[in-house]
């Protein structure tokens, strides 16, 4: 098994730019979320869910999007970068509600200036 | 509300013992974990203690619970310049599924 799969690892972005970041899991995990870590702050849940075709946000929303078209796949959008998005983005996944390991992907560093 | 703090730092011997302190603010979280962090890469769990425990001891880690006052601690014993990381606290309230409430992180650098 490849665990979680981040793409890309980096990347730079113009402000007003999209674009998407991929995660993907082969464990036929259930749950999958997307983290933001920032500096002194710890990880912050952006968008998260439950099962292919369900989502729900997190603490940190706004300016992201998210979709669940398979159980696999769980990619967040940018529709307009800012520089307060600047950050590291992980993507976790488990195996159902309430499990207790999450398992997390590498990150991508994506820096918008 | 839900809320997590660490010390942001901390330096060590190699050999000696390692404490890393958390606090947490929501006292009906059922569990609570500990992960690590090495550079450049995710966030791996190294241990979680429930919330009817005091104390979880998994080869060198000891995790130790103070529910009255929301206080938790991982001791890294015998500690390796391989545990140098950056570990997180995390908390997970009932009824929050498997969302995560982590704290700041602590850095931990283990000098030779």
């Known amino acids: 098994n490849a665990g979680v799969t981040q793409t890309p690892k980096f990347q730079v972005l113009k402000t007003g730019q999209s674009m998407t970041l991929q995660c993907a899991q082969d464990m036929n995990h259930e749950y999958m979320s997307w983290y933001r870590q920032d500096p002194g702050m710890g990880l912050r849940l952006i968008h998260y869910?439950?099962?292919?075709?369900?989502?729900d946000q997190g603490e940190v929303p706004n300016g992201y999007n998210v979709s669940r078209s398979t159980t696999e796949d769980f990619p967040l959008r940018l529709l307009s970068a800012a520089p307060s998005q600047t950050s590291v983005y992980f993507c976790a996944s488990s195996k159902a509600r309430g499990a207790m390991t999450q398992y997390f992907g590498p990150g991508t560093r994506l820096t918008v200036l | 509300g839900e809320d997590v703090e660490q010390s942001l730092f901390l330096s060590v011997r190699e050999g000696d013992s390692s404490v890393i302190n958390c606090t947490y603010t929501d006292s009906s979280s059922t569990y609570l974990y500990w992960y690590k962090q090495e550079p450049g890469a995710g966030l791996q769990l190294l241990t979680y203690i429930f919330s009817n425990m005091d104390m979880k001891q998994d080869q060198r880690l000891t995790v130790l619970l103070n529910k009255k006052d929301k206080h938790l601690s991982l001791r890294i014993a015998d500690t390796q310049t391989g545990d140098s990381a950056i570990y997180f606290c995390a908390e997970s309230p009932p009824r929050a599924g498997n969302k995560l409430t982590f704290g700041g992180g602590t850095r931990v650098l283990v000098k030779p």
């Open positions: 869910s439950v099962g292919a075709g369900i989502t």
